[in-house]
């Protein structure tokens, strides 16, 4: 039997972590460039690994919000693809897992 109250927190700490995560992300990107021109290359340069990592924590915020729905409506843990239940194991190592580690390979 999975503990969906903890996981429930868990997921929860989780989102909020990536939440501030994004907004530090993109308050750096807000940063006025600087006006000296070589300055300026790094700093564009810098901008792309910064946005990267802003789409990664959208991706997992939105990973994360949905693993929530499902903890919600209590198919939390069941493959959204085979409807098979997930290994446990997986789910501790990654908690907003969608797919069980069949589907995920295919
Ligand atoms: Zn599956």
Not at 59 to 80: F, H, N
């Amino acid at each position: 039997m999975i503990n969906t109250e903890a996981i429930k927190k868990d997921l929860e700490q989780k989102l909020q972590e990536l939440i501030e995560k994004a907004d530090e992300l993109e308050s750096s990107l807000r940063e006025p460039m600087s006006a000296d021109s070589e300055e300026q290359a790094t700093e564009s340069e810098g901008d792309e690994v910064i946005e990267s990592l802003e789409q990664t924590a959208f991706q997992e915020i939105d990973e994360i919000k949905a693993a929530l729905k499902r903890v919600e409506d209590g198919s939390y843990g069941i493959c959204t693809v085979c409807d098979e239940p997930i290994a446990e194991a997986r789910l501790n190592a990654y908690p907003a897992a969608a797919v069980c580690m069949d589907c995920k390979s295919k």
